[in-house]
Structures are given as structure tokens and as C-alpha cells.
């Protein structure tokens, strides 16, 4: 099993910046991607970056892309979202989320494990 602890959210004025972090514990050897999704309310939840734990490569959404950085530190079991140029249609729960394989990784159904959710808020 693993554990994702989330952190990091806040409430930010638009074109402002904050740092996502989410730590990882338990058998995180077993997760070969590790990834951000986002669910605004009254939508469905959406992929936003991922990045692969071994090689470090990353894709995102091209809702972000050039916006946002997904990063990650083997060492600490962490990743991280760095997040810039906020919009107010960033606001949403994000949520980090590890999977055990490389398939279809931009989908929910893609993980297995996932954190609690940490809450992001822009103002316009």
C-alpha cells in the first residue's frame, strides 16, 4: 500500500504562484508514475501533469503546459506542482495520485492510490 499526504493549497490572486507537495509512504517502489488531477465542482476529475518516477519525464494537460512544473525527489518520496500564472479556472481539490504502471496515464482509472485532496483557490 501507499500513502499520499497532499499540501501546499491555498488561496492565491490570479496570476499568483503556490507550490503543491505531496509526500509519499509505504511500498512507493511499487508506483512507476506519479500524477496530478484536479476536480472543480460539478466537474469531472482531470488530469494535470504526471511524471515518471524513473526517468523523470513528464507530459501535462495543455490547459497548464508552460504554466505549471511537476517535479520530483526520489530521495524524499515527494512531488511537487509548481504553479504559476494562476487563472481562476485553476481553482479546484487537487489531488496527487500514484500509479503501479505506464498505461493510459492521463486517465483516473490509470492509479491506484491517491492523496486526500488539497484545496486551491484563485480570485480573479
Known amino acids: 500500500q501507499v500513502q499520499l499526504v497532499e499540501s501546499g493549497g491555498g488561496l492565491v490572486q490570479a496570476g499568483g504562484s503556490l507550490r503543491l507537495s505531496c509526500v509519499a509512504s509505504?511500498?512507493?517502489?511499487?508506483?512507476?508514475?506519479m500524477g496530478w488531477f484536479r476536480q472543480a465542482p460539478g466537474k469531472e476529475r482531470e488530469f494535470v501533469a504526471r511524471?515518471?518516477?524513473?526517468?523523470?519525464?513528464?507530459y501535462y494537460a495543455d490547459s497548464v503546459k508552460g504554466r505549471f512544473t511537476i517535479s520530483i525527489d526520489n530521495a524524499k518520496n515527494t512531488v511537487y506542482l509548481q504553479m504559476s500564472s494562476l487563472k481562476s479556472e485553476d481553482t479546484a481539490v487537487y489531488y496527487c495520485?500514484?500509479?503501479?504502471?505506464?498505461?493510459?496515464?492521463?486517465?483516473?482509472?490509470?492509479?491506484?492510490?491517491w492523496g486526500q485532496g488539497t484545496q486551491v483557490t484563485v480570485s480573479s
Open positions: 509505504g511500498t512507493t517502489g511499487t508506483t512507476t508514475i
Open positions: 495520485a500514484a500509479s503501479r504502471t505506464i498505461l493510459r496515464p492521463s486517465l483516473p482509472t490509470a492509479y491506484d492510490y
Open positions: 511524471i515518471r518516477r524513473s526517468s523523470g519525464g513528464t
